[in-house]
């Protein structure tokens, strides 16, 4: 039965370790993980804005080419058949450059961001494993820093792995 209920000096010392723990995460890693994500959020920020600026140039470049294409409807009458299908292809050329000037941008926003999101996730979690291989040594370290005491408790586990 004393195995099932804990000790009050182990419930003591875990609680407090728990404690001492939590201070640690609170004062040393949150802090700059939530400053890591504001600023990533801002770096995202910009690049929406970025986004929105192309797409706003996009829309500017239509309304100049629906103009460009008032005028030449005026002229048609005047210009000969050749002329007409140099300027339906300029016009066309304009679009694609338009429309591959915005892709490429939001394209590389994109790639941008999911970058830095991979990134900014391998970083904690490897901070988090470091972390914790760092308490758990402690703890170990200091549990077993008597001899007698670690090997008791090497022998009562290697009993109960026989009678199993």
Known sequence: MELVLPQFGLFFWSAV?????????????????????????????EALTAAEKAR?????????????QMEA?????????QAQKMRDEIIENARAEARKQ???????????????????????????VQLSLRIAQQILEEH??????????????????RLN
């Open 144 to 161: 077993f820093k008597d001899e007698d005491k670690a090997r008791a408790y090497a022998e009562k586990l290697a009993s109960e792995i």
């Open 56 to 68: 706003a140039e996009v829309e500017f470049l239509r309304a100049q080419q629906e103009k460009l």
């Open 73 to 81: 409807s005026q002229e048609r009458e005047r210009i000969l058949a």
């Open 102 to 128: 915005a892709e490429g941008i939001l394209w590389a926003a994109q790639q941008q961001i999911q970058q830095q999101r991979d990134r900014l996730l391998t970083e904690m979690r490897t901070y988090a």
């Open 17 to 45: 370790i728990f404690f001492i723990f939590l201070w640690l995460l609170s004062k040393y890693a949150w802090k700059p993980l939530l400053a890591a994500l504001d600023a990533r959020e801002k770096r995202i920020a």
